[in-house]
């Protein structure tokens, strides 16, 4: 009798709670916005120790938890490169499958996701599956002619940039980059790339992707000594490369051909030694400031080396502004797109993410345990 | 005296290596180069990789047959910016032609010159891959040595 009163006590108790908790619905799947808040980050997981299955997350910089930093994921098969638009709701992934997984008829495709769902929307096959699936490099995948065109790299050995078109949603064709690699936004509707010859060559296309022009620079990158480090931060329509042993090169992409501008040092005061370095080493803000990843004690070989510092760049002036002492050593620096307050994230070298206030230099939290592996490369969301 | 045995055979070592370093020491020089900048994709025989990489064995020596085709060996992108000096690029070239494709050489070739590479290798190409079908094709309509090895799928270039 008592143990029947307790029993139903409890179950009354148990009802009355029950009442208060909303049962909640199960299998809700929600949208994220058309335009990422400013301080989201897409992170590119190369997933270097089985790079059959990298992946894109997407994530809030600001938030303070797991749950609320991780908005959600997508693929990206093979060390795969990508971009944003800033025009439509979408998101490209250059990438290869096999029909087997790790074996097979090679497809390499450009796949078209849905910013919103993250769902892939559509696709465009690159016929000659000679795709660069090499570490991810921003350059390896470039947009231009007002995000109409994409140029993806390719390496086969031989190098070439194939040519999409992503309105019409159609492969146009290859421009052949001999000797030279990559894709640097240039003139009205084409590119320039750095080559092995210590040379740029800048190629305009006709709108329907072929080749109307091109020009090669003089040989000014002296490969065997201090190189140009092959990916620059670039302001408005001026690239900045960095150099091996700290110099900053300008080049001028406004034209239709590069030209080659000022050589300024990045080691301004009593900095001997200091070295640009990491993978990747040199971006900018919305409004324009330079931050550049460096390693005290640098030696001929130091140049992928992880950053203790970051420098910060005024490109009017030429002069450093600001050193950000890192705390935890970095690989990849990258930056949130707003000028008010951005964020700087920071792939340190046990692949977390610490974000920063950019100007300031002040740590504020680390993002990790999200599932990444080796987040080499993470970009400001748009 | 073992001490003067001694001199005599370092005399003779440094003798030795005079004599090698003049017959065979640029050759040891172009293999080393071969084995830095070019066997990465071409491969350690030369052989190269089916619709990827030109096969340079028993092949690359038909380029001799015509000025043009001479012309493309330096103006290639791999030969032209190969991180070594003219007179290595030269050495290299020659090297290659010599021990890869000896058989398929023009009758009294001559030997790349160091100014002839240093020239060639300051207008690099800039559509390879079209201009080596141009060349070939053109060659083979003369050659019918090299028509049968083009036809040959297993041994396709």
Same mark, same amino acid.
């Given at each position: ?6 029993? +139903? ?20 799947? %929600? ?88 769902? @892939? ?57 001999? +000797? ?18 210590g ?5 305009? &296309? ?15 990158n002296d490969i065997d000594n201090n190189p140009l480090f092959e ?12 150099t091996f042993?700290?110099? $900053?090169?300008?080049?001028? %992409? ?11 040092? *990045? ?26 990843? /460096? ?8 140049h ?11 490109? #009017?002036?030429?002069?450093?502004? #600001? ?7 970095? %690989? ?20 977390? %993410?610490?974000?920063?206030? #950019?100007?300031? +230099? ?21 | 005296? @073992? ?11 440094? #003798?030795? &290596?005079?004599?090698? *370093? ?20 071409? &491969? ?48 290299? $070239? ?35 891959? /079209? ?22 799928? /297993?041994?396709?270039?």
């Amino acid at each position: 009798m008592k143990n029947t009163l307790l029993a +139903g006590a409890i179950l009354t108790f148990a009802a009355a709670a029950q009442a208060e908790l909303k049962p909640e619905q199960l299998g809700k799947v %929600l949208t994220l916005p058309e335009k990422y808040p400013p301080h989201w980050i897409i992170v590119h997981d190369a997933t270097f120790f089985h790079m059959l299955d990298g992946r894109q997350y997407v994530i809030d910089a600001d938030a303070e938890t797991l749950p609320e930093q991780v908005k959600g994921m997508f693929n990206s098969s093979f060390i795969a490169t990508v971009n944003q638009s800033s025009v439509r709701p979408e998101m490209y992934v250059a990438e290869t499958y096999y029909t087997r997984g790790s074996r097979g008829t090679r497809t390499d495709v450009l796949t078209i996701y849905d910013k919103r769902t993250l769902e @892939p929307v559509d696709e465009v096959i690159l016929p000659n599956n000679n795709r660069y699936s090499g570490m991810p490099n921003q350059y390896a995948h470039t947009l231009i002619d007002n995000e109409r065109l994409v140029l993806i790299f390719n390496l086969n050995p031989a190098t070439s940039l194939s040519v999409v078109d992503l309105e019409e949603r159609k492969y146009l064709g290859e421009i052949p980059i001999p +000797g030279c690699s990559l894709a640097f936004p240039t003139g009205e509707r084409g590119f320039t790339s750095i080559c092995a010859g210590g040379d740029m060559y800048s190629v305009q &296309l006709n709108a329907d992707g072929t080749m109307a022009s091109s020009a090669r620079t003089e040989s000014f990158n002296d490969i065997d000594n201090n190189p140009l480090f092959e990916k620059p931060a670039i302001v408005g329509s001026t690239a900045y490369f960095p150099t091996f042993l700290g110099d $900053m090169v300008e080049v001028d %992409l406004s034209g239709p051909a590069a030209k080659v501008g000022e050589r300024w040092s *990045l080691r301004q005061g009593d900095d001997d030694g200091w070295r640009p370095g990491g993978m990747t080493y040199a971006i900018s803000d919305a409004e324009g400031q330079l931050y550049v990843l /460096a390693h005290p004690a640098g030696y001929d070989g130091s140049h992928k080396d992880p950053g203790v510092e970051v420098w910060l760049y005024d490109p #009017a002036t030429r002069k450093r502004t #600001a050193r950000h002492p890192l705390k935890t050593p970095g %690989l990849s620096i990258a930056l949130t797109r707003d000028a008010e307050a951005p964020l700087m994230i920071v792939t340190n070298i046990e692949m977390g %993410l610490d974000v920063y206030d #950019a100007k300031s +230099g002040k740590y504020l939290r680390t993002v990790t345990g999200f599932g990444q592996e080796t987040p080499f490369v993470v970009h400001g969301a748009r | 005296m @073992p001490g003067q045995t001694r001199t005599v055979k370092s005399i003779l070592a440094a #003798a030795l &290596l005079a004599v090698s *370093l003049s017959a065979a020491g640029d050759d040891h020089r172009a293999k080393i180069n071969y084995m830095l900048y070019c066997q990465g994709c071409h &491969l350690p025989a030369a052989e190269g990789l089916e619709d990827k990489v030109p096969r340079m064995s028993g092949f690359v020596g038909y380029f001799t047959h015509s000025d043009e085709g001479r012309r493309f060996l330096i103006q290639v992108p791999g030969s032209a910016t190969a991180p070594v000096n003219d007179e290595q690029l030269a050495e290299l $070239m020659n090297w290659i032609l010599r021990t890869y494709s000896a058989d398929e050489l023009a009758d009294g070739f001559e030997p790349y010159t160091v100014a002839e590479v240093a020239e060639l290798r300051q207008t690099p190409d800039t559509d390879p891959a /079209a201009r080596r079908k141009q060349i070939l094709e053109d060659l083979s309509k003369k050659n019918r040595q090299l028509r049968r090895s083009l036809a040959q799928p /297993a041994t396709s270039p």
